[in-house]
C-alpha cells in the first residue's frame, strides 16, 4: 500500500503477515517448523499460503453438507 506522506513524497508501507501453526501442546515444534518451511516455500513459488489454507477448508466444507452426507448414505 502506498501512502502519502506529504505534498510530493510517497512512502511504502508493507505488513507482516503473521500465521499461526498451531498450539505448542498440540502441535510438537518439529511439525510447527516444516509447516513453516511449507509456508516459505510456497511463497517463493508465487503462491499466497493464506489462500490455499482458505481453498482446503472451502473444498472440505462442500463436501460436509447435508446434502452430500445424505446423497453418501443413501
Known amino acids: 500500500?502506498?501512502?502519502k506522506h506529504s505534498a510530493n513524497v510517497k512512502?511504502?508501507?508493507a505488513f507482516?503477515?503473521?500465521?499461526?501453526?498451531?498450539?505448542?501442546p498440540v502441535i510438537c515444534l518439529k511439525d510447527a517448523?516444516?509447516?513453516?518451511?511449507?509456508a516459505k516455500k510456497q511463497l517463493a513459488?508465487?503462491?499466497d499460503p493464506?489462500?490455499?489454507?482458505?481453498?482446503?477448508?472451502?473444498?472440505h466444507?462442500?463436501?460436509?453438507?447435508?446434502?452430500a452426507v445424505t446423497r453418501e448414505w443413501c
Open 16 to 24: 507482516k503477515v503473521t500465521r499461526i501453526m498451531g498450539v505448542y
Open 50 to 59: 493464506a489462500m490455499v489454507r482458505k481453498s482446503q477448508k472451502h473444498q
Open 1 to 3: 500500500m502506498i501512502k
Open 11 to 13: 512512502r511504502f508501507v
Open 45 to 47: 513459488n508465487g503462491i
Open 33 to 38: 517448523r516444516d509447516r513453516r518451511d511449507e
Open 61 to 67: 466444507s462442500k463436501s460436509n453438507t447435508f446434502e
